[in-house]
């Protein structure tokens, strides 16, 4: 399999990278963010939704915090931009990532839940005005209103797995694919699973500070627990160890 992929990131001289929820541009793609940045890359994320739904690392929110919960994790996803060295990122929904003449959107997060073994559907309180449950025609008309006012060169966005599964990451790889077939501009995908064959892996040195310290930003959201080498490892808010390496994959 050829480096194409890789080609196409290096030769851009702006990345349109989407994602669900705060917090995802640092676990699944903050090297690679990392990386792009300080090449001189531009780069500008969308985010879907604020979180919302997300569980809470307990003791994370200082006694008397009276921010609602979004506008904690906006704090931390802007904190975390500024580690990872990206200076322009929108809400899906919102101007300039918003249809035109659409009345504002606000996707919200739609939680999660474990249907069966392997396969993850929204949560059980997830309403109308959910990621998942609005028309994707929607969401894909807002992306493309972006990009056709960030004019990127590429977008970066999940692959059908959308990493772990969750059904708001599998809702954006849909409305990515959608709205890279409208505009032409072409999609290149970040791999789900660590050494996925169909994918073509990179080490990415030299930015585990950059993403430790981005990661530290989601107090509400992790637990860092230290660095093994270059990798940054970590504890979910639902209690998994995790490794974050330094490295993706990718395919076009």
Known sequence: ???????????AHTVLVAHAHP?????????????LARAGTRVVLVTATRGEEGEVVPGSIPEGEDRPLDEIRAHEIDAACAHLGITERHMLGEPPAL?????????????????RKGLAGPAETAGPASFTHRPRKDAADDLVALIEQARPDLLLGYDDAGSYGHPDHVHAHHVTVAAAERTGVPLVQFASEPDDTAFVWRDLPGVADQVESALRCYRTQLTVLGRDGQDVLIRHVGGQDDRIAMRSGLRA
């Open 1 to 11: 399999m050829t480096a194409a992929p890789w080609d196409l990131l290096e030769t």
């Open 23 to 35: 917090d995802d541009e640092s676990l699944a793609t903050g090297a690679l963010l990392a990386t």
């Open 99 to 115: 249809a035109p003449g659409a009345e504002p959107r606000r996707y919200r997060d739609s939680g999660m839940r474990w249907v």
